[in-house]
């Protein structure tokens, strides 16, 4: 130990710098072999997003990407860009975050590689709960004594170590989530007991009678504040619902009534 098995490390610390070394390695190839000074750079963000963004992704499914080894392929990634050579100062001309973003906000598609991780390590929550009579299932929850409804979670010292990384990232989104679900109770009431329409919810006045129109042709007037939104991934999206399309006067009013929420709530 360790041995590789099927492209990866077995009994390695995946916390640690070297265990990443085959894949820091692989880019420092791939690198080499091309001749960055002769490809525009239009030429050179297809190569990085096309060649060296997917020379990880097969450890990024499995183990959870140290900071440290993060940080040097977006070096490499980074002085390719700019100027082409594998070692020399590199005269960014955009911040890098810029252009991990999509193209829809203004960057230029490369992607984060953590978010890209972290992803990928929570696509196996979504297998374990729809797998049931895969195999590989079976085996995780017969040697950590879990049921059959939810990703591992226990807190024997046995526990492999891809698992734990995957359970850390679950309970980050909890402690946010749940962060953000006090704050909102503080802001809003008891979102179990309080209605969304008819409780003041920290305004001088209920939304019911600050937006009495738009109460009357809701769908929701019964509901409580919990129901009345849910999390895409960590962020919590309002649901309203009307029982006929809005004329623009109408729009306008719902538009100011979602303004006055995402400032008084969040």
């Given at each position: ?64 990407l140290p900071k440290r080894v993060a ?176 004329p623009d006067e109408e729009q306008h ?14």
């Amino acid at each position: 130990m360790p041995f590789t098995y099927l492209g990866l490390p077995l009994g390695a610390n995946m916390r640690k710098y070297s265990s990443w070394r085959p894949i820091i390695d692989k880019v420092q190839q791939r690198l080499s072999s091309w001749k960055a000074t002769c490809l525009s750079r239009a030429g050179r963000l297809v190569l990085i997003k096309v060649v060296l963004n997917s020379l990880p992704i097969y450890y990024l499914s499995i183990f959870k990407l140290p900071k440290r080894v993060a940080s040097e392929i977006i070096r490499m990634q980074k002085r390719f860009l700019w100027n082409g050579k594998k070692e020399g100062r590199c005269c960014a001309l955009v911040k890098w975050e810029v252009i991990q973003k999509p193209k829809s906000q203004g960057g230029l598609g490369v992607g984060d590689l953590m978010l890209k991780n972290a992803a990928l390590l929570f696509k196996w929550w979504w297998r374990y709960a729809c797998e049931e009579g895969a195999l590989w299932r079976a085996v995780v929850s017969s040697i950590h004594n879990e049921d059959h409804f939810r990703i591992p979670s226990s807190t024997l010292s046995q526990v492999s170590r891809p698992w734990k990384e995957i359970k850390k990232l679950g309970k980050e989104e909890s402690r946010i989530k749940n962060a953000f679900l006090h704050n909102l109770s503080l802001k809003l009431g008891d979102g179990s007991t309080f209605r969304f329409w008819e409780d003041p919810s920290g305004l001088d006045d209920s939304l019911r009678s600050k937006f009495p129109r738009l109460y009357r042709i809701s769908s929701q007037k019964k509901e409580l504040i919990s129901s009345m939104g849910w999390f895409e991934g960590l962020t919590w999206r309002w649901t309203l619902s009307w029982k006929r399309p809005l004329p623009d006067e109408e729009q306008h009013e719902a538009t100011m009534l979602e303004a006055t929420i995402m400032q008084t709530h969040l």
